[in-house]
């Protein structure tokens, strides 16, 4: 287990294994690391998945600290499923396109346009959001959530609009989806920018160029690509 320092001088690979080590344990600390992160990362870590299971994780631990390896959303999901907890991340400017289309302020508005509507809100948005929506949905139980909802409750999707017009093609439901990132305004007029992740956006390009590779591509493909709840 080794973390490269290409053209960089100071401590060696070891001595910082060993500091990360001591300070894990001086801390009362759990590293998480997040699928998409580097596998060096991942190494050093004490759990490897997607955002809402490592929370879990992390939460079900006696651990007095959480570092997150991975992006500001997915800190504050840890965050709110242990309170108690002091959550750190190493770059609290380490953002996700997905949150970002969708500012809070915006969404408020955005909602109180559709009064009569319930709000699901896909988990790769900041906690600010979370608190003007209804449900917080996953891509693994979106589905399960949406067939207990009456037929009759309009429903609104936020913020993936990827996500939104395949739930609502495999479930037959009229959703009022997220618009996108606000770009611009003139007047009353905004324009708006698709809302969707940009890294599985680039997977799924990936995943289609590398399919032809036949079977074998295929399952390679898959777990490259499968990124779980985000």
């Known amino acids: 287990m080794s973390i490269p320092l290409t053209g960089q001088t ?34 050093l870590a004490d759990f490897v998945g997607d955002s809402l299971d490592l929370s879990r994780k992390a939460a079900s631990t006696n651990a007095d600290v959480i570092v997150f390896c991975g992006v500001r959303f ?36 955005f909602r109180a346009r559709h009064p009569d509507h319930i709000s699901l809100t896909y988990i790769n948005c900041s906690a600010a959001v979370k608190t003007h929506s209804d449900i917080i949905i996953t891509s693994s139980n979106a589905r399960h959530i949406i067939d207990q909802i009456p037929k009759d409750q309009p429903i609104l999707l936020a913020p993936d609009q990827h996500l939104g017009g395949y739930l609502a093609k495999e479930t037959g439901r009229d959703m009022v989806l997220w618009p996108g990132w606000p770009i611009s305004a003139t007047g009353s007029r905004r324009i708006f920018r698709s809302s969707s992740c940009m890294v599985r956006g680039a997977a799924h390009e990936w995943v289609a160029e590398n399919s032809r590779a036949g079977a074998g591509g295929r399952r390679a493909c898959y777990a490259r690509s499968h990124g779980g709840t985000g």
């Open 10 to 43: 100071g401590p060696s690979d070891a001595d910082l294994i060993a500091e990360i080590n001591l300070l894990r344990k001086a801390k009362n600390a759990v590293i998480l690391a997040h699928y998409y992160q580097d596998g060096k990362i991942q190494d």
């Open 74 to 109: 997915m800190a504050e999901v840890a965050k709110i499923l242990s309170p108690d907890k002091t959550v750190v991340i190493p770059d609290m400017e380490a953002g996700c396109s997905l949150e970002d289309s969708c500012p809070a302020d915006d969404f408020a508005a």
